[in-house]
């Protein structure tokens, strides 16, 4: 048979599935591919400073464990992931407050996947999930390729709102809530005790799970740690701790922890064991070596004093740098810093003069999961010293003014 024959009898390839079609991708890197160029401050990426990344100690755990067990490490591994590692974040989590075995622990690629374990463990097409509004965007990813329904929760300058919960939760019957309770994303916000003694009872009695995403409260500059809500009094039992070092030791070894009651890690197993079998084996057994070798919280103290520098540089120049009429937070820790322009302004229309001007922020109208807020930006104070972000915050003035003469 001949090709254009072949051309027209062919029949089309089935369509995607709805949920991928629906689900679209992640403004935030379609930002980042736009101001790749070197000569660009971006506000936009949560990318944790390279320059602070411990490479020596890092590859001196590579090394170590190639030396020593260079067949284990290399080898196929439990789904579980490393004993050595889960011991040693089940000690960190114990000593943070949380009673914590290695047994309780499954590892990750990264937070985000043990995340999405959640997702496929817990959720049916159509169930109901709860997010703060406005949201981390790859969970709102997620759970759109869940097939689940999301039902945003109003926020306010001290995060979500408890009260707002508790009607919701009893009007949508949801499967599950997701929180990022400590220096959330985008928001920098922090629960108060208060409030998440609050969220914990509103989950024991409206019965849905908690996801607790914490890949930030390691990274406080100031103020009392918080407890985990997983700690408070209703939630013991139904909530889902997610960690991440991708923010304490470096993005790239993609290296999380799903801390969850056993029925539910069992669940989350048998789920990674169908999306990857197992997170890296070499990766694992360098990041406990590193554990057990280097001083990481000596190393999270440098890290803490960088990142108060920088948060102090942006904070204090913003009040030059934005219209007047603007609002922003200065949260005690995290990556992010939170702004909302006048009313009449678009974030979102503005970014192409800023990155004309070399320099990005992030529009905060794609976090929403309800009515977006046009005038909110999402800042990120981590990735550039804080000489540079002062001559972002100048070219960013630029940008607005330009704007608004154009307009």
Known sequence: MSDAILADTATPVPELAARAARTGSSPVRDILALTARPEVISFAGGLPAPELFDAEGIAAAFRQVLSEAPRRALQYSTSEGDPALRAAVAARTTARGLPTDADDLLVTTGSQQGLSLLATALLEPGDVVLVEDPCYLAALQIFSLAGARVVPVPTDDEGLDPAALDEIAARENPKLLYVIPTFQNPTGRTLSAERRAAVAQVAARRGLWIAEDDPYSELRFEGEPQRWVASFPGAEDRTALLGSFSKVMAPGLRLGSLRAPAALRRACITAKQAADLHTSTIDQAAAARYLADADLDAHLERIRGAYRERRNALVDGLPEALPEGSRWNRPAGGMFVWATLPAGYDATALLPEAVRQD?????????????????????????????????????????????????
């Open 359 to 407: 320099v990005a922020y992030v529009p905060g109208a794609p976090f929403f999961a309800g009515a977006p807020d046009p005038t909110a930006v999402r800042l990120s104070f981590v990735t550039h010293a804080p000489d540079e972000i002062r001559t972002g915050l100048v070219r960013l003035r630029a940008a607005l003014e330009g704007a608004q003469r154009a307009g």
